[in-house]
Protein backbone atom coordinates (compact mmCIF):
# COMPACT_ATOMS: atom_id res chain seq x y z
CA UNK A 1 0.00 0.00 0.00
CA UNK A 2 1.51 3.41 -1.22
CA UNK A 3 2.05 6.15 1.56
CA UNK A 4 -0.56 8.58 1.77
CA UNK A 5 1.58 12.27 1.00
CA UNK A 6 -0.28 15.46 2.48
CA UNK A 7 0.65 18.82 0.82
CA UNK A 8 1.78 21.71 2.32
CA UNK A 9 -0.38 23.74 0.08
CA UNK A 10 -3.52 21.24 1.01
CA UNK A 11 -5.92 23.85 2.98
CA UNK A 12 -6.90 21.46 5.62
CA UNK A 13 -3.09 21.12 6.34
CA UNK A 14 -2.48 25.10 6.50
CA UNK A 15 -5.55 25.74 8.77
CA UNK A 16 -4.41 22.69 10.96
CA UNK A 17 -0.68 24.47 11.64
CA UNK A 18 -2.33 28.08 11.92
CA UNK A 19 -5.05 26.62 14.53
CA UNK A 20 -1.85 25.21 16.36
CA UNK A 21 0.59 28.18 16.09
CA UNK A 22 -2.73 30.27 17.39
CA UNK A 23 -3.06 28.18 20.33
CA UNK A 24 0.77 27.55 21.21
CA UNK A 25 0.92 31.95 20.48
CA UNK A 26 -2.18 32.22 22.91
CA UNK A 27 -0.75 29.80 25.33
CA UNK A 28 2.43 31.84 25.52
CA UNK A 29 1.01 35.57 25.26
CA UNK A 30 -1.71 34.59 28.15
CA UNK A 31 1.41 32.85 29.85
CA UNK A 32 3.18 36.52 29.84
CA UNK A 33 0.54 38.60 31.08
CA UNK A 34 -0.19 36.33 33.71
CA UNK A 35 3.17 36.12 34.83
CA UNK A 36 3.38 40.10 34.32
CA UNK A 37 0.08 40.72 36.52
CA UNK A 38 1.37 38.23 38.91
CA UNK A 39 4.34 40.57 39.31
CA UNK A 40 2.52 43.56 39.36
CA UNK A 41 0.17 42.20 42.33
CA UNK A 42 3.60 41.11 44.26
CA UNK A 43 4.83 44.41 44.02
CA UNK A 44 1.75 46.36 44.93
CA UNK A 45 1.39 43.88 48.10
CA UNK A 46 4.90 44.33 48.86
CA UNK A 47 4.30 47.89 49.39
CA UNK A 48 1.33 47.10 51.59
CA UNK A 49 3.49 45.15 53.74
CA UNK A 50 6.18 48.23 53.45
CA UNK A 51 3.30 50.44 54.83
CA UNK A 52 2.16 47.87 57.82
CA UNK A 53 5.80 48.11 59.11
CA UNK A 54 6.05 51.72 58.81
CA UNK A 55 2.44 52.09 60.37
CA UNK A 56 4.26 49.82 62.97
CA UNK A 57 7.20 51.76 63.33
CA UNK A 58 4.93 55.48 64.34
CA UNK A 59 3.33 53.24 66.53
CA UNK A 60 6.35 51.58 68.87
CA UNK A 61 8.29 55.24 68.12
CA UNK A 62 6.00 57.24 70.09
CA UNK A 63 4.98 54.42 72.75
CA UNK A 64 8.28 54.10 73.69
CA UNK A 65 9.28 58.09 73.74
CA UNK A 66 6.11 57.96 76.08
CA UNK A 67 7.11 54.95 78.19
CA UNK A 68 11.18 55.54 78.28
CA UNK A 69 10.02 59.06 79.83
CA UNK A 70 7.97 58.29 82.84
CA UNK A 71 10.19 54.93 83.07
CA UNK A 72 12.90 57.36 85.29
CA UNK A 73 10.54 58.96 87.68
CA UNK A 74 8.28 56.00 88.41
CA UNK A 75 11.36 54.31 89.34
CA UNK A 76 12.29 56.99 91.52
CA UNK A 77 9.02 57.56 93.00
CA UNK A 78 8.88 53.61 93.54
CA UNK A 79 12.33 53.64 95.37
CA UNK A 80 10.72 56.24 98.23
CA UNK A 81 8.35 53.14 98.82
CA UNK A 82 8.48 51.47 102.03
CA UNK A 83 7.67 48.02 103.16
CA UNK A 84 4.10 49.07 103.82
CA UNK A 85 4.11 51.08 100.33
CA UNK A 86 3.86 54.21 101.68
CA UNK A 87 5.64 57.12 100.51
CA UNK A 88 8.07 57.97 102.82
CA UNK A 89 11.34 60.80 102.11
CA UNK A 90 13.44 62.72 104.31
CA UNK A 91 11.22 65.97 105.12
CA UNK A 92 13.77 68.36 103.88
CA UNK A 93 13.95 67.12 100.12
CA UNK A 94 10.19 67.24 99.80
CA UNK A 95 10.77 70.32 96.24
CA UNK A 96 13.22 67.97 95.01
CA UNK A 97 10.86 65.17 95.35
CA UNK A 98 8.01 67.03 93.53
CA UNK A 99 10.34 68.14 90.56
CA UNK A 100 10.88 64.41 90.02
CA UNK A 101 7.74 63.05 90.24
CA UNK A 102 5.53 65.61 88.85
CA UNK A 103 4.97 63.62 85.57
CA UNK A 104 3.49 60.52 87.43
CA UNK A 105 2.59 62.26 90.62
CA UNK A 106 -0.44 64.07 92.01
CA UNK A 107 0.66 65.45 95.09
CA UNK A 108 -1.68 66.65 97.50
CA UNK A 109 0.17 66.86 101.76
CA UNK A 110 2.22 65.20 104.06
CA UNK A 111 2.17 63.71 107.46
CA UNK A 112 5.03 63.63 109.59
CA UNK A 113 6.96 60.78 110.89
CA UNK A 114 9.52 61.86 112.88
CA UNK A 115 12.36 64.74 112.82
CA UNK A 116 13.98 63.86 109.78
CA UNK A 117 11.10 62.01 107.62
CA UNK A 118 7.87 62.44 105.69
CA UNK A 119 5.05 60.53 104.48
CA UNK A 120 3.45 62.06 101.43
CA UNK A 121 -0.12 61.36 100.21
CA UNK A 122 -1.05 62.29 96.53
CA UNK A 123 -2.38 60.00 93.71
CA UNK A 124 -0.22 58.15 91.21
CA UNK A 125 -0.85 59.93 87.59
CA UNK A 126 1.25 57.82 84.88
CA UNK A 127 -1.21 57.16 82.15
CA UNK A 128 0.02 56.25 79.00
CA UNK A 129 -1.79 57.77 75.77
CA UNK A 130 -0.28 55.98 73.10
CA UNK A 131 -1.98 54.15 70.47
CA UNK A 132 -0.17 51.27 71.35
CA UNK A 133 -1.93 50.82 75.12
CA UNK A 134 -5.03 49.58 73.28
CA UNK A 135 -3.37 47.31 70.31
CA UNK A 136 -0.45 45.49 69.01
CA UNK A 137 1.79 46.00 65.93
CA UNK A 138 -0.01 44.86 62.90
CA UNK A 139 0.93 41.96 60.89
CA UNK A 140 -2.39 41.45 59.70
CA UNK A 141 -0.68 42.20 56.14
CA UNK A 142 2.03 40.05 56.41
CA UNK A 143 0.24 37.19 57.07
CA UNK A 144 -2.21 37.59 54.13
CA UNK A 145 0.80 38.24 51.78
CA UNK A 146 1.98 34.86 53.08
CA UNK A 147 -0.94 32.98 51.69
CA UNK A 148 -0.52 33.93 48.09
CA UNK A 149 1.11 33.13 45.08
CA UNK A 150 3.52 35.58 45.78
CA UNK A 151 5.87 33.46 47.87
CA UNK A 152 6.87 31.54 44.60
CA UNK A 153 7.99 34.77 42.69
CA UNK A 154 9.73 36.46 46.30
CA UNK A 155 13.44 36.62 47.05
CA UNK A 156 14.33 34.06 49.48
CA UNK A 157 16.50 36.13 51.20
CA UNK A 158 13.81 38.85 51.58
CA UNK A 159 11.31 36.71 52.86
CA UNK A 160 13.50 35.28 55.51
CA UNK A 161 14.35 39.28 56.34
CA UNK A 162 10.37 40.24 56.50
CA UNK A 163 9.69 37.14 58.49
CA UNK A 164 12.70 37.88 60.92
CA UNK A 165 11.30 41.41 61.59
CA UNK A 166 7.43 39.85 62.16
CA UNK A 167 8.71 37.33 64.49
CA UNK A 168 10.56 40.28 66.64
CA UNK A 169 7.03 41.62 66.29
CA UNK A 170 5.52 39.48 67.67
CA UNK A 171 8.12 39.19 70.59
CA UNK A 172 7.54 42.31 71.36
CA UNK A 173 3.55 41.94 71.13
CA UNK A 174 3.69 38.62 73.73
CA UNK A 175 5.80 41.26 76.49
CA UNK A 176 3.93 44.35 75.86
CA UNK A 177 0.57 42.75 76.38
CA UNK A 178 2.36 41.25 80.20
CA UNK A 179 3.58 44.46 81.05
CA UNK A 180 0.24 46.35 80.24
CA UNK A 181 -2.09 43.61 81.99
CA UNK A 182 0.48 44.42 84.93
CA UNK A 183 0.01 48.18 84.08
CA UNK A 184 -4.32 47.83 84.03
CA UNK A 185 -4.75 45.56 87.06
CA UNK A 186 -2.59 47.98 88.74
CA UNK A 187 -1.14 45.51 91.33
CA UNK A 188 2.32 47.04 90.69
CA UNK A 189 2.41 48.70 94.16
CA UNK A 190 0.98 45.51 96.57
CA UNK A 191 4.13 44.56 97.75
CA UNK A 192 8.18 45.26 97.03
CA UNK A 193 8.99 42.32 94.89
CA UNK A 194 5.79 43.35 92.71
CA UNK A 195 7.09 46.25 92.03
CA UNK A 196 10.52 45.17 91.27
CA UNK A 197 9.22 43.16 88.90
CA UNK A 198 7.29 45.92 87.20
CA UNK A 199 10.10 48.18 86.65
CA UNK A 200 12.12 45.42 85.51
CA UNK A 201 9.47 44.05 83.31
CA UNK A 202 9.47 47.79 81.79
CA UNK A 203 13.35 48.27 81.43
CA UNK A 204 13.83 45.14 79.36
CA UNK A 205 10.47 46.45 77.88
CA UNK A 206 12.27 49.39 76.72
CA UNK A 207 15.59 47.90 75.37
CA UNK A 208 13.63 45.26 73.30
CA UNK A 209 11.52 48.55 71.68
CA UNK A 210 14.59 50.15 71.02
CA UNK A 211 16.16 46.69 68.89
CA UNK A 212 13.12 46.30 67.14
CA UNK A 213 12.96 50.41 66.17
CA UNK A 214 16.43 50.14 65.45
CA UNK A 215 15.72 47.04 62.99
CA UNK A 216 12.67 48.93 61.73
CA UNK A 217 15.16 51.50 60.03
CA UNK A 218 16.51 48.64 57.24
CA UNK A 219 12.84 48.32 56.07
CA UNK A 220 13.23 49.94 52.91
CA UNK A 221 17.11 47.81 52.24
CA UNK A 222 15.13 44.73 52.95
CA UNK A 223 11.89 45.56 50.61
CA UNK A 224 14.53 46.79 47.92
CA UNK A 225 16.07 43.13 47.74
CA UNK A 226 12.58 41.84 47.33
CA UNK A 227 12.08 43.64 43.49
Known amino acids: MGKRKISLNNPWFVTLISTMVGIIAGLYITSFFENNRLYNAKENALKQVESELKDNYKLLKEFNEKLAKKY ?28 K ?23 FNFNFEAGLMGRNLSEIVWNSYKQTDYLSITDFECLTAIESLYQLQEELNRKTEVWKNDFFQGN ?40
Open 101 to 123: TKLVFDYKSFTTVDNASIRLHGD
Open 72 to 99: EPVGYLFSNLNEEMNLIIPKDSLQAFKE
Open 188 to 227: FISNPAVTEKFMNDWRVLLMKQKLLLDFYKYIDDILADCE
